[in-house]
């Protein structure tokens, strides 16, 4: 991938979900190439950026762009939801060191005196579904149910025992669910990196899919807000109640018919 070329003046920040949004397996290339054209005719006409806000970790969401054959790397990636990164002249991808430390310190904190409950949750969940618990190295907690059915069930009862839990928060795509901290998700990331371009709410666009996008396509984040028409229900509605604009064609396709909407590409 070659680097993107510097802009003078940044006026618009583009955020796109990967998995689901832009990224479909069953295609080939994976992201259709017009998207990649549209955001760099956004870039010369709007002094737009773009980036991919998405749950996967750094490593599977360079492998994702590689992939979907990306010509030329984002301005910026949002990995597991909350952290940020740049590339710098050499192609190089450099951590955002104040928010990152930051986020993982206050995760470290939070969780540690959420031990128990955190415990009671996975016994719970283990007992009544089978789904699989996570705790690995940067992601403290987060679980793996065996089927969308599972969720109704498991969903419910994380809001009942930790519904009220201060900063205690999660993010659910599909049968994955990640438990961190309120503060920092993909809305929060979003308006982190907006701020590092001097970009206002007015000026930032972002389309998702899934229940993990929520805080992005949140106006207090976000002023322009699509989804794709593969997006979950909820997310449908979500996006029609604030005005936002729900697409008629799925993933990549959809994510084009977004940017022409809003800025007439």
């Known amino acids: 991938m070659q680097l993107p070329a510097p802009l003078a003046k940044v006026s618009v920040v583009l955020s796109f979900d990967f998995d689901g949004t832009l990224h479909d397996p069953s295609a ?5 190439v017009r998207f990649f054209e549209t955001v760099q005719r956004l870039r010369e006409s709007h002094g737009a950026v773009w980036g991919l806000n998405t749950g996967r970790s750094m490593p599977y969401a360079l492998e994702g762009l590689v992939d979907a054959r990306c010509p030329v790397a984002p301005d910026y990636l949002v990995a597991r939801e909350r952290e940020i990164y740049f590339p710098n002249q050499f192609g190089r991808w450099v951590p955002d060191e104040a928010w990152n430390k930051r986020c993982a310190k206050d995760i470290h904190t939070l969780f540690k005196k959420h031990r128990k409950l955190l415990a009671r949750i996975r016994e719970e969940v283990l007992a009544h579904t089978g789904a699989e618990w996570l705790e690995m190295e940067g992601e403290p907690a987060g679980l793996i149910a065996r089927r969308e059915e599972d969720m109704e069930w498991i969903m419910p009862r994380v809001i009942e025992l930790a519904g009220d839990v201060p900063d205690l928060g999660w993010q659910r795509n599909s049968i994955y669910l990640r438990f961190g901290h309120k503060n920092y998700q993909k809305g929060s990331s979003l308006a982190e990196v907006a701020s ?8 930032r666009f972002a389309i998702g899919d899934s229940h993990n996008d929520f805080e992005m396509l949140d106006p207090a984040n976000t002023g322009m807000i699509a989804c794709p ?3 979950v229900e909820e997310l449908r509605g979500h996006v029609r109640a604030l005005g936002g604009y729900v697409c008629k064609t799925s993933h990549g396709d959809g994510a084009v018919e977004a940017l022409g909407h809003f800025f007439g590409v």
């Open 28 to 32: 080939v290339p994976t992201v259709p």
């Open 196 to 203: 590092r371009y001097g970009v206002p709410v007015e000026g």
């Open 229 to 231: 028409s593969n997006s």
